[in-house]
């Protein structure tokens, strides 16, 4: 799926916007088989993602769909794990606290390097270098444990 998504974002095919009639009933489709191969593959970007943007928001009201839609998928399949098996579903602290730290060292580092880090990589560039980071972080996150390769 990461593959797949990834290929999209850098052939950058366009998809013709929807006639507002049928907005509601694709949004539902494109909700549905987000959520069929979210639950099969964990993975919830196809096709949600290049129906959003079909719609031809502005940047902000991109932003904050993805982020409502990532927020509520992440959240739906955490639960969904959990139910399936509470005990295998304990984070492990270290990474935890990996995560949080890199995320919060961006959060600290974004408002002083927005004009060195942003400005000078175009929409495309960026697109790309998201596209072709996506499956290194897949391979990183799939790699066997210690103690569940010891099984």
């Not at 049928?22 to 290049?50: C, I, M, N, Q, R």
């Not at 060195?116 to 972080?137: D, N, V």
């Amino acid at each position: 799926m990461l593959l797949l998504y990834g290929a999209w974002g850098l052939l950058r095919p366009a998809l013709p916007r929807p006639a507002p009639r049928h907005e509601d009933w694709l949004g539902a489709l494109a909700g549905a088989v987000s959520g069929l191969l979210t639950a099969a593959t964990g993975v919830f970007v196809l096709p949600l993602v290049p129906y959003l943007q079909s719609l031809r928001m502005d940047r902000d009201e991109l932003v904050q769909a993805l982020g409502l839609s990532f927020t509520l998928a992440t959240v739906a399949l955490g639960l969904v794990l959990w139910q399936a098996a509470p005990q295998a579903a304990t984070p492990d602290a270290t990474d935890c606290g990996v995560a949080l730290l890199a995320a919060f060292a961006g959060l600290w580092s974004a408002p002083g390097c927005d004009g060195a880090c942003r400005r000078p990589l175009s929409s495309a560039r960026s697109t790309a270098c998201s596209c072709c980071s996506a499956p290194p972080c897949w391979a990183a996150r799939t790699r066997p444990r210690d103690a569940d390769a010891r099984r």
